[in-house]
């Protein structure tokens, strides 16, 4: 189902936030919930901090395009104090907590809208298929 804030949304940051939401509502069940602060979809797995981050295009205007890159990652604040204690054992950046992380296109075998590169699979010719058919509504 369509999120109307979603499909309302104009300003690039009404949208970032209503995805987010959206994304938070939907991985409720599993733990995660919408941080618009850090703009993350996120949940705390023990030690571990695991996040869906979305990041905004600097070129989104609003009644525009509006483009929002996401990635996967997880974190470890226990890694970041261990990084720090063995400075000469890690490769700079030493100070980080990020255990591992990916941008979520590829993670999923999909990546601007192909899949796996391939432009005639995937979102890619779904979209022409949807462009040949003209406007339609999103209710």
Known sequence: MVDQELVSARRP??????AGAWIGDALAADGFGWLKAVRSVQRQAGALVQQIVL??????????LITISTH???RDPGLRQWRLANAGLVVPPSDGDVVCGHPLGYASGRANGYRYGDAQ????ARLRGLLRQGPRSLS
């Open 55 to 64: 990041q905004p295009s600097s070129h989104n205007r609003a009644d525009r």
């Open 72 to 74: 996967v990652s997880v």
């Open 13 to 18: 940051r009404d949208v970032v936030d209503a």
């Open 121 to 124: 699979d995937g979102d890619g």
